[in-house]
């Protein structure tokens, strides 16, 4: 016991305390301990702490939409602050049809359903597959799950009870054979993100494609991180590349590229009335608030009107992706804006984030659990608000840091 303490005081006595304190010191033993930071936010791209204005590489504000003049008009214009009870009771407001509406129609889906936060909208989603394929209802079925996707997503999932197999990222041969070796009868719901959070890779929507053609398999798919960045109008990444319809059930989240919080289920008008009969994470919290219902038709009006916003996005991600890789970084292809810099251990990621720092640049450490043991990383995320010369600020850092580290 690392304090010296023993947890378990005397029978039948649980001391909380000590265990708390035990806790706490195998995260710091360990090099994990995580801490917030009071930050406060300047602009898209800039957050002041401790005094110090840093230029943020940290945010999933991908847009800049967080301070987007239209997007904060439109907050300010709501008539309530709250929603005052859930959407079954009287928390369904007007503002709240229409922002689902708004969002059906940029998904050019049937329906949507509004959450409070992109992991309630994970965990209402499955709930509402797992209350019509789970074996409470005498069908076999299981869910099949890429080896990357969201904590939000495996917590949905293991919450159900129902069976789950993991399989390795993008590892659609391996898929292919959990199909093939499926039992008749049993109902596969593959689970999976189409822009991955920490590798900011993209799944392979086409072998999924083709795979749903051979195995008739349920697809949920989390758009988190290609709302607002892939698509026309940022609608995502399966719209981007012409497979709108790849998805049963699609989640998105407020919360990144829109610039808001909140996430959305959107699918079929039977699914979306299944999730108000059975999301439990859905009926059993209050709506979204209505200030931020409001918002999201205007941030998504934005996305519209202002094109220029992704196309900026999508170069810089392509620019600073090309430009590390002559570094010597090993970076994966693609264009998303979530570069992920890999240094193994704690430790290197740390003190990379620090070196950073002292250069009033923020890019955070990310470390177990959040990605696997050895793959420590910064986790660089770009915003189209980012100018030229911060971008150029960042890769000089960047290729300081290579250097040092060879
Ligand atoms: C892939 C993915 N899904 C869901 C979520 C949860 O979204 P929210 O932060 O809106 O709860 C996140 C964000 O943390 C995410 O990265």
Known sequence: ????????????????????????????????????????????????????????????????LTHHPRVLAALRSAGAAGSGAAGLITGHTDAHARAEAAIAAWKNA?????????????????????????????????????????????????????????????????????????????ANIVVTESIFSMDGDAADLPSLAELRRRFGFILMLDEAHASGVYGPRGSGYAAEIGLNDIADISVVTLSKGIGLAGGAIVGSQRLCDVVVNFGRAYIYSTA???????????????????????????????RVRSRLASSGWAIPRGDSPIIPVVLGTEKAALDAADTLEAQDLLCVAVRPPTVRAGSSRLRITLSCEHTDEQIERLLAALDALRRDSK
């Open 288 to 318: 979204i608030a209505p200030a931020l219902a409001t918002a999201v038709v205007t941030a998504l009006d934005v996305l519209r009107d202002e094109p220029q916003r992704q196309q900026r996005l999508r170069a810089l991600s392509t």
């Open 110 to 186: 049937e329906a949507a359903v509004l959450l409070p936060s992109g992991y309630q909208a994970n965990l209402a989603a499955v709930q509402t597959i797992a209350a019509v394929a789970g074996n409470n209802r005498g069908t076999r079925a299981r869910f099949l799950i890429d080896k990357l996707a969201h904590a939000s997503l495996i917590d949905a999932v293991r919450q159900t009870g129902m069976p789950m197999r993991v399989f390795p990222h993008n590892g659609i041969a391996k898929l292919a054979r959990l199909l093939e070796s499926s039992e008749p009868g049993t």
């Open 1 to 64: 016991v690392p304090n010296g303490k023993s947890v378990v005081a005397s029978p039948g006595l649980f001391d909380l305390d000590a265990a708390l304190a035990e806790a706490l010191d195998h995260r710091r033993h360990d090099g994990l301990l995580r801490r917030r930071r009071t930050v406060k936010p300047i602009d898209a791209v800039h957050v002041k702490i401790d005094s110090r204005v840093l230029v943020n590489f940290a945010s999933n504000d991908y847009l800049g």
